[in-house]
């Protein structure tokens, strides 16, 4: 079982609709998941984090962790064409090093909004 | 905020030679860098943590001595591809940390191309 599982996609929306994306971990002690958006051929870009404690809210993006079933979804509201890219979800590994948590990533969900 | 600079973005060199690559913070102190290795259609790939005044820490199955990582301060580290082969080909990207669960931020990445 991999530690971060995604669906490839591609996830097709219509415009104007909610782009929904979920990811799960298998680590039961994680604390902390991120969301980054990634163009293609582009470095990612955090979109958003959350920690064990809540779901978070951020114009158009929401964030939500069950810890239960341990995954962790990504809602985009009012989806525009240019939300079209790859999603990856990455959670931190427990394990830690010297300084910053290092992060296991999801191989990405390619979101497609269609006009 | 949290703006990462990664230099050159692009690289066209012939195998054998040695290539560096550079990532800086440019508006935080990053206690942690990350550097990944991504092939197309796949995900990222760490290859390495560097954290300020210490030696890296590699993945399993990256070579050091190709993959030469210096982090003499807080906001730079760099990336020595060391006698680059075509199977070196890829897109490098570094990211950095503030340390702790705070998020990564990532460089725009260097696409590396061995002739």
């Known amino acids: 079982q991999k530690e971060v599982e995604q669906n490839s996609g591609p996830l097709s929306v219509p415009e104007g609709a909610i782009a929904s994306l979920n990811c799960t971990y298998s680590?039961?002690?994680?604390?902390?998941f991120f969301w980054y958006r990634q163009y293609s051929g582009k470095s990612p870009e955090l979109i958003m984090f959350?920690?064990?404690?809540g779901d978070k809210e951020d114009g158009r993006f929401t964030a939500q962790l069950n810890k239960a079933s341990q995954y962790v979804s990504l809602l985009i509201r009012d989806s525009q064409p240019s939300d079209s890219a790859t999603y990856l979800c990455?959670?931190?590994?427990?394990?830690?090093?010297?300084?910053?948590?290092?992060?296991?990533f999801g191989q990405g969900t390619r979101l497609t909004i269609n006009p | 905020g949290a703006v990462v600079s990664q230099h050159p973005s692009w690289v066209i060199c012939k195998s054998g030679t040695s290539v560096k690559i550079e990532c800086r913070s440019l508006?935080?102190?990053?206690?942690?860098m990350f550097w990944y290795r991504q092939f197309p259609k796949q995900s990222l790939m760490l290859m390495a943590t560097?954290?300020?005044?210490?030696?890296?820490?590699?993945e399993q199955g990256v070579e050091k001595d190709k993959f030469l990582i210096n982090h003499a301060s807080l906001t730079l580290s760099t990336l020595t591809v060391t006698s680059a082969h075509p199977e070196d080909s890829s897109f490098y990207i570094c990211?950095?940390?503030?340390?702790?669960?705070?998020?990564?931020?990532f460089g725009d990445g260097t696409r590396l191309s061995i002739l």
């Open positions: 560097s954290n300020e005044g210490s030696k890296a820490t590699y």
């Open positions: 680590d039961r002690g994680s604390q902390s």
């Open positions: 990455a959670v931190n590994n427990r394990f830690m090093i010297q300084g910053a948590q290092k992060l296991v």
């Open positions: 990211s950095a940390s503030g340390g702790g669960s705070q998020p990564q931020h």
């Open positions: 959350i920690y064990s404690n």
């Open positions: 508006d935080f102190q990053a206690t942690t």
